[in-house]
């Protein structure tokens, strides 16, 4: 029974479309894998960074350029989201806690900018990153993240059997144990993509989290750092530039400084001297805690920087 053209369509179709929802949630994972894997090789090798593959970041054009620490942080959040979409979509949450691991309730993560996500709400920054995530998940999980849940899909097949027959009391034997072992065989294929969801996920908080937190710590750091430098040689060169001319014009005034000017006759001249020493010694008192200001707030904004980086 149920073989032929005629009869063994119905169950052909099931078994079609069950396979079809097998084979899209176990690519899903494959996928995530090589995900994995790309992560943790940029990671260990930060400077001899990986081959491009169809999901990685250096494969857009919006982060090709983009900093290690920002590519870590945009790949572990790409992953994170790819992970609760997968899950959910497998239901491999149990019910109290599937609310708490939705795509919907991903942190939101900076990574084309180094500065807090929720900052500057306005500059379109969250407009990008959100259009990237979406990019790298569409490779990774094709339409997973759209389609009904896996149990969901397998119910729906069913249920298109039954309606094709007229109703339960009416599905053939062989349909009905076709059902049965699609059923089984989706649940077996289900609970073994899990395993493997949970298997990944302990990697990656049990190895890859650790290398990148000081992949991402060590590049921020060295960057900073750099950057630091270059800020503040600039506010040195303005120090010496403002410590020159000061020497030269007290250099000037001690010029004009002789014994003439003890003479009586000279005192309107002496006193128009330490008047313009006076004002010199001001001006370049003023200049110098104005650029004393500049090089500690270059400290404060290059060390808020780092840790916004972080």
Do not use: W
Not at 108 to 132: H, M, N, T
Not at 249 to 266: Q, W
């Amino acid at each position: 029974d149920g073989l032929g053209r005629k009869h063994g369509a119905p169950r052909r179709n099931a078994q079609e479309q069950v396979r079809t929802i097998i084979a899209r949630a176990a690519n899903g994972v494959t996928e995530l894998k090589a995900f994995l894997a790309y992560a943790r090789g940029v990671a260990e090798n930060p400077e001899d960074k990986p081959p491009e593959s169809g999901a990685s970041l250096r494969s857009l054009k919006l982060t090709r350029d983009l900093p290690v620490a920002s590519e870590l942080r945009g790949a572990l959040h790409i992953l994170s989201a790819s992970f609760r979409s997968l899950t959910t979509h497998l239901s491999a949450y149990l019910p109290d806690f599937a609310s708490a691991h939705t795509l919907d309730a991903t942190a939101a993560v900076g990574f084309l900018r180094e500065a807090p996500a929720a900052s500057a709400p306005g500059d379109g920054y969250q407009e990008k990153e959100s259009s990237v995530r979406s990019e790298c998940m569409m490779t990774l999980l094709t339409v997973i993240p759209q389609a009904p849940g896996f149990n969901a899909g397998v119910k729906a097949v069913e249920e298109e059997a039954v309606k094709h027959f007229g109703g339960v009391d009416k599905l053939p034997e062989f349909m009905t144990s076709a059902l049965e072992s699609l059923r089984k065989s989706a649940e077996t294929n289900r609970q073994e993509l899990c395993l493997q969801l949970r298997a990944m996920n302990e990697e990656l908080r049990t190895g890859v989290l650790a290398g990148c937190a000081r992949t991402v710590f060590r590049d921020c750091f060295q960057r900073k750092v750099d950057q630091l430098h270059g800020r503040l040689d600039e506010v040195h060169k303005d120090v010496v530039v403002a410590a020159r001319k000061a020497d030269q014009a007290r250099g000037a005034h001690e010029g004009k400084l002789s014994p003439a000017l003890a003479n009586p006759n000279a005192a309107s001249a002496l006193q128009a001297l330490c008047a313009s020493e006076a004002s010199r010694h001001d001006a370049a008192v003023a200049e110098l805690v104005e650029l004393r200001g500049r090089f500690a707030a270059v400290l404060r904004e290059e060390a808020r920087e780092f840790l916004d980086a972080l």
